[in-house]
């Protein structure tokens, strides 16, 4: 859906810090303060996920964790989609958090897709194709 434009009333403070943000990560106003209601959205909807920087840029995660939401659905999928498979692979987390982990996917299952698509493609063949230099030479160097 394309972008509109819209109207809105902040306070001085808010807007201060909305700047401050958008200046700190090299962005927009707009796309900060887009991505800022974005995430809250989320956050509401699938309580108990947060989102933090990332080599990839923000991520989904699962709160007090610092697990993915990726990590956890891939787990749940590998164990057969079965949540008492999942709560036994994850025995030190709450069953609260992992249902958070699940919500999320529920509600973004596309994000999520394609984070486990590109870690499916990071198979070994594929690294030492794209990182040849991560590969032992022939001395063992």
């Known amino acids: 859906m394309p972008a509109r434009a819209r109207g809105i009333r902040l306070g001085d403070v808010l807007e201060r810090e ?23 959205i989320r956050m509401r909807r699938a309580p108990g996920v947060i989102f933090a920087d990332g ?27 079965s949540f008492q498979a999942l709560r036994e692979d994850h025995e030190w987390l709450s069953e609260a958090q992992l249902r958070a982990a699940l919500s999320y996917y529920e509600l973004y299952p596309e994000e999520i ?29």
């Open 18 to 40: 909305i700047e401050r943000e958008a200046e700190w990560r090299g962005k927009s106003w707009s796309a900060t303060t887009a991505e800022l209601l974005t995430e809250a």
């Open 55 to 81: 080599q990839m840029g923000r991520r989904a995660l699962v709160s007090g964790t610092g697990l993915e939401v990726w990590e956890i659905v891939a787990t749940w999928k590998e164990g057969g989609c």
């Open 113 to 141: 897709d394609a984070r486990l698509e590109r870690e499916r493609r990071w198979a070994p063949e594929t690294v030492r194709k794209e990182l040849p230099f991560s590969r032992l030479s022939e001395s063992g160097r």
